[in-house]
């Protein structure tokens, strides 16, 4: 297995506790939000999807994807979020469009320097980093929100 294969094996893996969550989702759940907090299940499904897009174009150089973080833009839970298939449509391509970029990187690439206003420079190997630790961080927030949040 060469390098490639093994951070884009790492990643699928990592993100499977966040993909687990949605065929269980159902449209009445995305307005739950716990209490005391902002963000709603619509937008962390909406945000972890912006966020890998945003990832696949400016980390991993997908010059062709189209994105339009509208969470990264507002930076707070607008509560627009509330159409379910769409946002699973949303999430199933940022997936495709991320692990598309990511199995073309060579192994050179991933010592490759990117700088981005977000988290600054790092190698294309730190960055994979970053994008599994934001899935997951999202997904425990997901989890907890559906298990324990209500609707506001």
Request: without cysteine; aromatic residues 10%.
């Amino acid at each position: 297995m060469n390098i490639t294969q093994a951070y884009l094996q790492t990643w699928v893996e990592a993100r499977t506790r966040f993909f687990n969550l949605l065929p269980s989702i159902t449209e009445d759940e995305l307005t739950k939000k716990l209490i005391n907090t902002k963000n709603s299940v619509g937008f962390l499904i909406r945000h972890i999807a912006d966020v890998e897009l945003l990832f696949a174009k400016n980390v991993f150089g997908a010059t062709e994807v189209k994105v339009q973080a509208r969470t990264v833009i507002a930076q707070y839970d607008t509560g627009e979020w509330t159409n379910l298939q769409e946002l699973l449509d949303y999430q199933q391509s940022a997936f495709d469009n991320l692990k598309a970029i990511i199995a073309k990187q060579t192994n050179e690439d991933w010592q490759q320097s990117i700088t981005t206003k977000e988290f600054g420079t790092k190698t294309k190997a730190e960055a994979i980093g970053r994008i599994i630790s934001h899935t997951a961080y999202h997904a425990g927030q997901l989890s907890l929100t559906l298990k324990y949040g209500s609707v506001i």
